[in-house]
C-alpha cells in the first residue's frame, strides 16, 4: 500500500489544521492505521491510531481530546482533525499502515507516507 499526506501548513496557536492520507493498493480497509510526528531532535510518536474498522482509535496524551483520527474505507482515506493546536505540536506528520491490530510502536508499521510539515507558530 502507498500512502500520500496532505493538509499540512503554517497556523497560529488555537487555529485548526486536518491532514488526509490517500491509500492506494489492495486492501487498505484491511489495515490499522496510525498518525505519527517528529519534531526536530525528538523521537517519533505516536499521535493516534485506528483499527481497520475505524472503530477503535487511540491517541497520544498531549492530543487527547484535540486531535480525533477518522478513517473513510470506501475512499481510502485518513484523517487528523487538528484542533486547538500549540506550539508543542509543531512537527512533521506520518500516515502508517499495519497488517493486525492497531499499534503505539512505530516499528510495527510497515507502510509510511512521506509526511507533511505542520508548525504552529504566531
Known amino acids: 500500500v502507498q500512502l500520500v499526506e496532505s493538509g499540512g501548513g503554517l497556523v497560529q496557536p488555537g487555529g485548526s489544521l486536518r491532514l488526509s492520507c490517500a491509500a492506494s493498493?489492495?486492501?487498505?480497509?484491511?489495515?490499522?492505521v496510525g498518525w505519527f510526528r517528529q519534531a526536530p531532535g525528538k523521537e517519533r510518536e505516536a499521535v493516534a491510531t485506528?483499527?481497520?474498522?475505524?472503530?477503535?482509535?487511540a491517541y497520544g496524551d498531549s492530543v487527547k481530546d484535540r486531535f480525533t483520527i477518522s478513517r473513510d474505507n470506501a475512499k481510502n482515506i485518513v484523517y487528523l482533525q487538528m484542533n486547538n493546536l500549540k506550539p508543542d505540536d509543531t512537527a512533521v506528520y506520518y500516515c502508517?499502515?499495519?497488517?493486525?491490530?492497531?499499534?503505539?510502536?512505530?516499528?510495527?508499521?510497515?507502510?509510511w507516507g512521506q509526511g507533511t510539515q505542520v508548525t504552529v507558530s504566531s
Open positions: 493498493g489492495r486492501a487498505f480497509s484491511s489495515y490499522s
Open positions: 485506528a483499527s481497520s474498522s475505524g472503530g477503535l482509535v
Open positions: 502508517a499502515a499495519k497488517d493486525g491490530g492497531p499499534d503505539r510502536r512505530p516499528h510495527t508499521y510497515d507502510h
